[in-house]
Antibody, heavy 127, light 107 residues
Framework: EVQLVESGGGLVEPGKSLTLFCAAS????????????MHWVRQAPGKGLEWVSG????????GYADSVKGRFTISRDNAKNQLYLHMNSLRVEDTALYYC????????????????WGQGIQVTVSS | DIQMTQSPSSLSASIGDRVTITCRAS??????LHWYQQTPGKAPKLLIY???TLQNGVPSRFIGSESGTDFTLTISSLQREDFATYYC?????????FGQGTKVEVK
């Protein structure tokens, strides 16, 4: 079983920056972080799921939702089993629960969905 | 961007009912369509991937099917633990997109 633990969330003013972290670990033999693409998915209060960003297993391919392109940057450190989301120029509409999510495959497209999710970390953008 | 139109947005059903949820893609996504279940306060859980393949540990009452750009999730006999919100997701192209969700409620 894979554990994904998010941190770094909190209350921030509009226009400010925040970085989210996700630590990945596996209790089952054979989990290798750098075999899998990783994503951030968010959920605003009372709303549906929104894919935010994804990164392939070797960081060669990155992707962003139109709503965050140019403001958010995804990255990963395979040596540390860590995923990051650097969020700049935050807006009120970025307020949401942010999930760290593991893909079933190594790429960000043409994959078979996401089989492990963290519990989520709250980001609130308000003055 | 590929739009995923999910319907209905909500439905009321009883234990033992057969329930059907549909997602329509705005263009061809081959079989890169997956279904998730989310219960209140919990992270989503992958139920079906590749349109019709059951994720490990998911009961066989969950059935996925596809016809062109139309995808269907069927719960053959609704159980108490199935009252939840269901989402489809396409992973064919970036940006990846989810359907709007279907809330399955007790009648």
């Amino acid at each position: 079983e894979v554990q994904l633990v998010e941190s770094g969330g909190g209350l921030v003013e509009p226009g400010k920056s925040l970085t989210l972290f996700c630590a990945a670990s596996g209790s089952s033999f054979g989990f290798t972080f750098d075999n899998y693409a990783m994503h951030w998915v968010r959920q605003a209060p009372g709303k549906g799921l929104e894919w935010v960003s994804g990164i392939s297993r070797n960081s060669a391919k990155l992707g962003y939702a139109d709503s965050v392109k140019g403001r958010f940057t995804i990255s990963r450190d395979n040596a540390k089993n860590q995923l990051y989301l650097h969020m700049n120029s935050l807006r009120v509409e970025d307020t949401a629960l942010y999930y760290c999510v593991k893909d079933k495959g190594g790429e960000v497209t043409a994959t078979w969905g996401c089989d492990d999710w963290g519990q989520g970390i709250q980001v609130t953008v308000s003055s | 961007d590929i739009q995923m139109t999910q319907s209905p947005s909500s439905l009321s059903a009883s234990i033992g009912d057969r329930v059907t949820i549909t997602c329509r893609a705005s263009q061809n996504i081959r079989s890169y369509l997956h279904w998730y279940q989310q219960t209140p306060g919990k992270a989503p859980k992958l139920l079906i991937y590749a349109a019709s393949t059951l994720q490990n540990g998911v009961p066989s009452r969950f059935i996925g099917s596809e016809s062109g750009t139309d995808f269907t999730l069927t719960i053959s006999s609704l159980q108490r633990e199935d009252f939840a919100t269901y989402y489809c997701e396409q992973t064919y192209a970036l940006p990846r997109t989810f359907g709007q969700g279907t809330k399955v409620e007790v009648k």
